[in-house]
């Protein structure tokens, strides 16, 4: 059986930017803090990590009665900022998860920034969160190769006789190849986020590619069938 480990923003969904806005939306409601917020990156990041900039960024303390008060005010207004900020599922995703969820042979998990209720509220209002049965998410940690370690372990509870080499990340971001490689992983990269091709290729993942719309290709790719790279 080989596992395969999803990154979701930019990977398996564009959420529209309603994370940002339910965030933001939640410091200006529950913190009074309505500056606009700049210069803080989030492609491949923790929400941990982004929650903490944000909180430097207005001067807030950053405790854990803080933290649990944003991610209540966030959680609550997630669902509406995807409901209006429109979003949707990227290119052959749904096809690919469904060849993969109907098949004995693949394990499927989450490999993610997103707090762990976000990436359920995300995947429950595009449909997608029936596919998966584990994962490891961004609630505890700021570095994104310490949830790739977690992922590990989820993975070594479900396939005690794992090996590295029999487990896939797939994601957007050269964190996403990072975060795969340090753990002992195989690689996908999908240039459907942030990052174009050529800035990807750079990182060196195991496989490379514009998006998962070849549902038969992808496949193949993760039976071992096809060629490191792909453009």
Request: net charge negative; hydrophobic share 45%; aromatic share 8%.
């Given at each position: 059986?080989?596992?395969?480990?999803?990154?979701?923003?930019g990977?398996?969904?564009?959420?529209?930017?309603?994370?940002?806005a339910?965030?933001?939306?939640?410091l200006?409601?529950?913190?009074?803090?309505?500056?606009?917020?700049?210069?803080?990156?989030?492609?491949?990041?923790?929400?941990?990590?982004i929650?903490?900039?944000?909180?430097?960024?207005?001067d807030?303390?950053?405790?854990?009665?803080?933290?649990?008060?944003?991610?209540?005010?966030?959680?609550?207004?997630?669902?509406?900022?995807?409901?209006?900020?429109?979003?949707?599922v990227?290119?052959?995703?749904?096809?690919?998860?469904?060849?993969?969820?109907?098949?004995?042979?693949?394990?499927?998990?989450?490999?993610?920034?997103?707090?762990?209720?976000?990436?359920?509220?995300?995947?429950?209002?595009?449909?997608?969160?029936e596919?998966?049965?584990?994962?490891?998410?961004?609630?505890l940690?700021?570095?994104?190769?310490?949830?790739?370690?977690?992922?590990?372990?989820?993975t070594?509870?479900?396939?005690?006789l794992?090996?590295?080499?029999?487990?896939?990340?797939?994601?957007?971001?050269?964190?996403?190849?990072?975060c795969?490689?340090?753990?002992?992983?195989?690689?996908l990269?999908?240039?459907?986020?942030?990052?174009?091709?050529?800035?990807?290729?750079?990182?060196?993942?195991?496989?490379?590619?514009?998006?998962l719309?070849?549902?038969?290709?992808?496949?193949?790719?993760?039976?071992?069938?096809?060629?490191?790279?792909?453009?």
């Amino acid at each position: 059986m080989t596992v395969l480990l999803f990154d979701i923003d930019g990977t398996l969904l564009h959420a529209g930017g309603a994370g940002q806005a339910a965030m933001e939306l939640a410091l200006a409601e529950e913190f009074d803090r309505r500056e606009k917020v700049h210069g803080i990156p989030t492609a491949g990041r923790t929400d941990r990590a982004i929650s903490a900039d944000l909180f430097k960024f207005h001067d807030l303390a950053l405790t854990d009665e803080n933290i649990e008060k944003f991610k209540r005010a966030y959680f609550q207004r997630l669902p509406h900022a995807l409901q209006n900020l429109g979003g949707a599922v990227l290119p052959g995703v749904p096809d690919l998860l469904s060849a993969l969820s109907g098949d004995v042979h693949w394990l499927l998990g989450l490999l993610t920034g997103n707090f762990a209720e976000g990436a359920a509220l995300k995947l429950r209002h595009f449909g997608l969160n029936e596919h998966f049965g584990f994962g490891a998410y961004g609630d505890l940690h700021v570095e994104r190769n310490d949830v790739a370690t977690i992922a590990w372990s989820e993975t070594q509870r479900r396939r005690p006789l794992a090996l590295p080499e029999e487990v896939w990340v797939i994601g957007d971001t050269p964190a996403d190849i990072a975060c795969g490689r340090a753990i002992g992983a195989k690689t996908l990269a999908v240039a459907t986020g942030y990052y174009t091709l050529d800035q990807l290729k750079i990182c060196e993942p195991d496989f490379l590619c514009a998006d998962l719309a070849d549902t038969e290709a992808i496949l193949d790719v993760f039976r071992g069938a096809l060629p490191k790279m792909a453009k």
